[in-house]
């Protein structure tokens, strides 16, 4: 099976052997497949060269005097953890290449071998050592972003959404937060609080929509002994649990229009009673609402207040679909990585490239909670250190297959324009092999000679 890595000359390889005639011809196989390379004669050497140098492949012979390769791959674990180590041997067992590969050998190879399926090695290899690189620079990103909330995120849109809540946080006004569901209204909000002021104080979060709509109102400002059935003691609401913090409204658009005309109140003037009690209570709780729902329309329907809307619209904040920030999915998808493999005690340094690519491709109609449960189900069911396609749900694996080997062409494209991108993708998903591509297009072979001849001299 071919690579999918393309030969790289910024990809180094050291190549350790110490019969002189074998180095050197691994080296010009190498170096003609656009591979750098370095050379040592021995194990010691090789350290010396790893330390030195940026090396990507260790490529060496298992059997050397004094420093063998076992010793070497072992020290590379230690030098630099991030090189792939492939071991050679002419005198190889199964037992051999067991403790190779227990140690941390990339893979293991018998001389004599031909030099396609070294090539073939070696390509993977690197590209496995890309990937690690990959993921460990998006996890030093993420050290850089915001430890104490883990609001994640350095495109465009999550900047514009942070700027907003560090200029509101400091204020004592009230925000609304809008967004789909999965879009991190929650964790805005607890970000808007850990900024305030009053993040010394509680952060209380209601959730208007799991409280059934006869005790949310009890839930929330609280009753008196015997003000209903079951109320056997007094009880405070959830307005005085935040005193002196943050009460957070999740999913507001649900609550009854009894309770918002009591939020009405609290929100006009501070106050408030227990059900079943004459005492006015005072609140200096700050409040964040959130919803995903469109309250113009709760309005026009007559299930929303319009003026506990204006209430409520102080400031808004508007939180965008996973879809519209994209450069974003690796970072979030790192940061759960990371997340899940210590909670479930695995060591897995990130994802393969396809698995990255089709991250990138999906649509996440469930936003960044979808994308969170599909990287906690991957951790749990991969047995490698990468997470491959083969690990996600069945519905990303479908979507995967449903858009490769699809070509979408706009609308308004020419004809001329047309047949240039059908040829040259067919030639791609045929590894260039012009005969089969014209086999499947139904054309002439000499209509693909031809335009490729015509791309030529196209500068």
Not at 83 to 101: K, Y
Not at 335 to 363: A, P
Request: charged residues 30%; glycine residues 6%; hydrophobic residues 40%.
């Amino acid at each position: 099976m071919k690579s999918k890595t393309k030969p790289d000359s910024r990809n180094v390889v050291l190549v350790v052997d110490d019969d002189d005639s074998v180095r050197r011809s691994i080296d010009m196989s190498l170096k003609r497949a656009g591979y750098r390379t370095l050379l040592a004669e021995n194990g010691d050497r090789a350290i010396a060269r790893l330390r030195e140098e940026d090396i990507n492949l260790v490529l060496t012979d298992l059997k050397m005097p004094k420093t063998d390769g076992l010793e070497l791959l072992k020290a590379a674990r230690v030098i630099k953890p991030e090189v792939e180590v492939i071991v050679m041997t002419a005198f190889g067992t199964v037992e051999t290449a067991v403790e190779a590969m227990k140690v941390g050998a990339y893979d293991f190879i018998e001389k004599p071998f031909n030099r396609q399926t070294l090539l073939a090695l070696v390509g993977k290899a690197i590209e496995k050592q890309s990937l690690v690189v990959e993921n460990r620079l998006l996890r030093e990103k993420l050290e850089g972003l915001s430890e104490k909330t883990h609001f994640i995120g350095n495109s465009k849109a999550a900047r514009a959404v942070l700027d907003l809540v560090e200029q509101v946080a400091v204020s004592r006004a009230t925000v609304l937060i809008q967004g789909e569901s999965g879009t991190g209204k929650g964790l805005v909000a607890k970000l808007i609080h850990q900024l305030s002021k009053a993040r010394k104080g509680p952060f209380v979060h209601v959730s208007c929509a799991a409280i059934p709509e006869t005790l949310l109102e009890a839930e929330l400002f609280g009753y008196e002994k015997g003000a209903f059935t079951g109320a056997v003691s007094k009880k405070e609401g959830r307005f005085e649990m935040a005193k002196g913090g943050s009460i957070f409204l999740d999913e507001v658009g649900e609550a009854p229009l009894t309770t918002q005309v009591k939020l009405l109140r609290i929100l006009q003037e501070g106050e408030f009673e227990h059900l079943g009690g004459r005492r006015t209570l005072k609140s200096d709780a700050r409040v964040i609402a959130a919803t995903n729902r469109n309250l113009h329309e709760e309005i026009d329907a007559g299930i929303f207040r319009e003026d506990l809307y204006y209430r409520l619209n102080v400031i808004t904040i508007t939180l965008p679909l996973l879809q519209e920030r994209t450069e974003d999915i690796p970072l979030l998808a790192s940061y759960f990585l990371d997340r899940y493999s210590k909670k479930n005690e695995k060591k897995i340094k990130g994802f393969s490239k396809d698995v990255l690519q089709l991250f990138l491709r999906y649509n996440w109609p469930g936003n960044i909670r979808e994308l969170e449960n599909v990287v906690e189900r991957s951790v749990v069911i991969s047995r490698s250190d990468l997470v491959e396609v083969a690990d996600l749900p069945g519905e990303l694996r479908k979507h995967r297959a449903a858009v490769d080997g699809v070509l979408q062409i706009p609308i308004g494209t020419s004809l001329k324009e047309t047949k240039r991108k059908l040829i040259l993708e067919t030639l791609k998903h045929t590894n260039g092999e012009k005969t089969t591509s014209a086999k499947i297009l139904g054309v002439a072979a000499r209509t693909i000679y031809r335009l490729l001849e015509e791309e030529k001299n196209t500068p």
